[in-house]
């Protein structure tokens, strides 16, 4: 019996909502290359566009940003635990998922709610979690807008939400990711949304998978100035550590999520009147790219999507600790997606192992 590894290889669905080409560097996302889904459609029409297979029409997309507007609010019962988990100091993504399960109590649509509701869960919890109360959302504004007012209780100005859009659409989906496959193999057993979500969560929090775009800026922070990048890189390259925000166990050549994102920290710090930390990002890439081809070459580790997320979320005033459910708040609509297409054609998810253990005498 032949075994992959961590299902490397292995093609375990059909699906039209992404197209991840790592030999060309390629994503496709709903039809539309990244590139261009990130800079033409909202998140709501992104959303819209993995849920039902085409980009919203005007009056489809008023209804549906006004349906997800009504739905923010989260029960008394979930910002109670919240409460609780602010007092234990747990980490973001762990109230998000234990928050998340509480989405059951809300009537309506599964779907709609668990969209409306994980802005306000993570905007809520990171107020209670440094002592202050959480800000209420503001129904008037658009779903990105509305994240940025709960977080800093100031209506964002429109080159902050195109920032934070352009990343909510570039993270929307990305083929059969952990989280994602997750959320389907939960499906395949025919149980409920919620619970396809929460094991999602629990797969995105790893530092393998949604876990990483903190270190990649620290390593930034480490270096300081453009030239200790040399100096740094190397030590860190022979000491056998890993160089976050490089290399990609899918892509082989530059991540093209990640030339969309650097595209909108440079427009935003552009705007900002401060580009020192665009330009000290941009020497620790160039250094990085060189000196890995150097001690590994041929294994052409190149920019991910990791180390431009956290160049862009720092200059939109996030801190690392919200780096991973920003993350998660978008990509919610994407494990929706899968999860919807899943029970369109279903069959439970069932590989098989390769015994390995002891075998006892009759």
């Known amino acids: 019996m032949n075994m992959n590894k961590g299902l490397e290889g292995v093609v375990a669905a059909e699906t039209r909502l992404s197209m991840v080409d790592g030999q060309a560097g390629e994503l496709i996302i709903g039809g539309f290359d990244v590139a261009e889904l990130a800079t033409t459609l909202s998140f709501e029409e992104t959303v819209w566009l993995l849920w039902n297979g085409q980009v919203p029409n005007d009056e489809e997309r008023e209804s549906f940003r006004a349906a997800l507007a009504r739905r923010r609010a989260i029960p008394d019962a979930t910002l109670a635990l919240l409460r609780s988990c602010a007092q234990a100091k747990l980490p973001v993504m762990d109230a998000l ?9 809300i009537e309506g649509d599964e779907a709609t ?11 809520s919890y990171w107020h209670l979690l440094n002592g202050r109360e959480p800000i209420a959302p503001n129904a008037a504004l658009a779903h990105v807008a509305n994240y940025l007012y709960m977080l ?89 550590e890993k160089l976050m925000g490089f290399g990609h166990r899918v892509y082989k050549v530059r991540d093209p999520r990640a030339d969309v994102l650097a595209a909108a920290a440079e427009r935003m710090f552009t705007r900002g009147g401060d580009m020192r930390l665009y330009e000290l990002a941009k020497a620790v890439e ?37 780096f991973t459910p920003t993350f998660s708040i978008s990509r919610v609509a994407g494990w929706i997606a899968h999860c919807l297409e899943q029970r369109k054609d279903n069959r439970i998810i069932r590989p098989q192992s390769v015994y390995v253990g002891p075998r006892r005498a009759a």
């Open 152 to 240: 800093t209780g100031e209506v964002p100005d429109a080159e902050r939400v195109r920032g934070m859009e352009t990343y909510f659409d570039t993270v929307v989906d990305h083929g059969l990711s952990a989280s994602t496959f997750t959320a389907r193999v939960i499906t395949s057993t025919e149980s409920d949304l919620v619970s396809a979500i929460v094991g999602a969560l629990g797969a995105m929090k790893g530092p393998l998978h949604g876990g990483a775009p903190g270190p990649a800026l620290d390593m930034v922070f480490e270096i300081g100035d453009a030239s200790r990048a040399e100096q740094v890189l190397r030590s860190k390259i022979e000491s056998g």
């Open 97 to 105: 998922r234990i928050a998340a399960g509480t989405v059951s109590l």
């Open 113 to 123: 709610n668990l969209v409306a509701t994980f802005p306000t869960i993570v905007a």
């Open 286 to 322: 160039a250094t990085a790219i060189r000196l890995l081809e150097e001690y590994k070459p041929g294994r052409r580790l190149q920019t991910n999507v990791e180390f431009y997320t956290a160049l862009l979320l720092h200059g939109l005033g996030l801190e690392v600790p919200l």
